[in-house]
């Protein structure tokens, strides 16, 4: 499985941006997708996940009620709709795909929200 992310890096505090992560390869063996984020100095953290039986969501709590997750199957693309930006919010943005116990990452994207 590959994964590409991509969308806007820089953005203003209340700004809303959208990531896109489009997967290849064996996509058919994915059972979950998510966004994880890793801000400079800290480990990185779970933002949203989603899977891809149900279209069950789950999002982290600093998100909650700002990130939706969605995901087109046809494209084998998924979606992080972010809104009310913070500059906490500020980190790199990895894709993440599960094929069974196998975890693929994307290369990061930056997002950049300055105050």
């Known amino acids: 499985v590959q994964l590409v992310e991509s969308g806007v890096g820089l953005v203003q505090a209340g700004d809303s941006l959208r990531l896109s992560c489009a997967a290849s390869g064996s996509t058919f063996s994915m059972n979950r997708m998510g966004w994880y984020r890793q801000a400079p100095g800290k480990q990185r953290e779970l933002v949203a996940t989603i899977t891809n039986g149900g279209g069950r969501t789950n999002y982290a709590d600093s998100v909650k009620g700002r990130v939706t997750l969605s995901r087109d199957n046809a494209k084998n693309t998924m979606y992080l709709q972010m809104n009310s930006l913070k500059p906490d919010d500020t980190a790199v943005y990895y894709c993440?795909?599960?094929?069974?116990?196998?975890?693929?990452w994307g290369q990061g994207t930056q997002v950049t929200v300055s105050s």
């Open positions: 993440n795909a599960l094929a069974g116990f196998r975890s693929y």
